[in-house]
């Protein structure tokens, strides 16, 4: 099935093991005339590997709304654009959300592509219960803005997923030790589908 004129693919990719990339994605990466990116270096490598030539533009957390207009214009004439993230599926703390926000406004084709998620990835193997669970992304770099946003989920009885920088993930554990207490079961999941992925559990203390 040939991709659809005039279209945005939102496409997922892998958040570490190449052959995690499904074969629609593959196709839809090689049908759109162009790819836009995060990081247009770190898709090239995957591109390459996968033997995809189709050209790529730039669109990351800096310059997405400048490049809004470009993209829709393209659109207009009838091209089909794949968006992509360094990792994963885009729009899940990563670019993309004011494009596809004016796109559905516009009610124009948008086109999911799903595929690997660390959030999910990471769950699925956690051993945390996962038929509720909450997603919260990053939580704020700076320590007082940081246990303020966890006070806030401190009643929550949902499985809590966060994303965190490596350097930042000794702090934010005694964040979490000091706001949801020492005894409360967590999970640390790193290097996922990676070679030296880690899954480790043990109360926040």
């Known amino acids: ?15 570490g093991n190449l ?6 994605a593959l196709r839809v990466l090689r049908e759109v005339d162009c790819i836009a990116a995060e990081d247009t270096r770190h898709t090239g490598q995957l591109l390459r590997h996968f033997g995809i030539d189709t050209p790529l533009l730039s669109l990351h957390e800096h310059n997405e709304r400048g ?5 829709i214009a393209m659109l207009r004439e009838g091209r089909a654009v794949a968006l992509v993230s360094d990792a994963g599926t885009p729009l899940i703390s990563d670019p993309g959300f004011p494009l596809v926000r004016e796109l559905r406004r516009q009610d124009s084709r948008v086109i999911p592509v799903p595929g690997p998620s660390s959030m999910l990835a990471a769950l699925s193997v956690a051993n945390l219960p996962t038929d509720r669970f909450v997603f919260e992304g990053f939580p704020p770099p700076r320590t007082a803005a940081r246990r303020a946003r ?5 009643g929550e009885e949902r499985t809590l997923v966060f994303l965190e920088a490596s350097h930042r993930v000794a702090e934010t554990l005694v964040d979490l030790a000091a706001v949801f207490g020492a005894e409360r079961w967590a999970v640390v ?15 926040l203390g």
């Open 19 to 24: 052959e995690d990339i499904t074969a629609r």
């Open 67 to 71: 490049r809004l207009e470009s993209v």
């Open 189 to 203: 999941a790193r290097e996922l589908t990676k070679r030296f992925e880690e899954v480790h559990g043990a109360p």
């Open 150 to 154: 966890l006070q806030a989920l401190a």
């Open 1 to 15: 099935m040939a991709v659809e004129s005039g279209a945005l693919y939102v496409v997922a990719t892998p958040i």
